[in-house]
């Protein structure tokens, strides 16, 4: 608990500090993910979560391995997407 409570805070103040986008608002929250929204799997010290840019839940490395033009989000270069999004996007 502490320890995602102090990467919440960590994320929180480097959000701030780059300013962070309107895209991260609809965002699930870090701390309300225990597990990757697709396979289930616990996140824990080596598996680590990572939003998908398109619909905002929280995956494991192994459920949001694409990456996709930004465009589609409105930033620049590729952002992280998982397996349902890229499959709707191609």
């Known amino acids: 608990q502490l320890v995602e409570e102090e990467e919440d805070r960590r994320r929180s103040s480097f959000d701030s500090s780059v300013g962070e986008s309107e895209d991260h608002k609809y965002w699930m929250p870090d701390r309300l993910c225990k597990v990757c929204y697709d396979c289930e799997q616990p996140f824990g010290v080596f598996r680590r979560r990572h939003h998908c840019r398109l619909c905002g ?33 191609e």
């Open 57 to 89: 839940q929280v995956f494991c490395h192994s459920c949001s391995p694409y990456f996709v033009d930004g465009k589609a989000v409105g930033v620049p270069g590729t952002v992280r997407v998982c397996i349902m999004c890229n499959d709707q996007v």
